[in-house]
């Protein structure tokens, strides 16, 4: 499963995104939390929808991918609502068969945006295979309050996961920034988009 939330960047979210159009992924759940801002988004056609992440699955790709895709995080000063809401996530995905997460986010850093990926995974084999492909290795970091949860409670899961994070210049990406996460998603675990 491909994760791709907004944050303090936009990047993660339109990486999915753009995954979603390449590999014409069909729209199958959408899950609604209490823990999310309580709003309503309108959208470019002026329709009212409550915050929701969206999951899309492809199965034109030979193993069937699936991306989790939202543009609202978790709203909450409580770390249960980000316990409850990712463990809702884990748990739809465990019945579903995922077999890995990998999570896409974005830094805004000074940086070119060549080849400027860095990784932090739940398991020594994803570091190996990254760091293979050129990524940097995130080290005594904090993450963020819902990736950081979404690698926690995958590791407690038994579920493989990796944290993808693309340099940004700015807080709304390019196609140039884009481009390099997708392109090391390819290299890395093999997406055919």
Known sequence: MIVGLRSNTDLGYRCARKIVRLLKARRFAEYYSDW???MALVDRNGLCNLPRWVFYESSTV???????NGVTDIASEQTEGYYSTVNEII???KKLAINMIVILDGMITEE??????KVAATTLQLIKRAKLHKA???????????PSILMGLSQFHSLPAMLVVG???HPRSDDTEID??????????GLKA
Do not use: C, H, Y
């Not at 940097?136 to 309050?145: D, H, S, V």
């Open 112 to 117: 070119n945006g060549e080849d400027s990926v």
């Open 36 to 38: 999310f801002p309580d």
């Open 91 to 93: 748990e739809f995905s």
């Open 62 to 68: 030979d193993s069937n991918v699936m991306i989790l």
């Open 136 to 146: 940097q290795i995130l080290r005594k970091t904090a993450l963020p309050p819902t």
């Open 167 to 169: 340099s940004a210049r």
């Open 180 to 189: 390099t996460v997708l392109s090391f998603l390819r290299k890395t675990i």
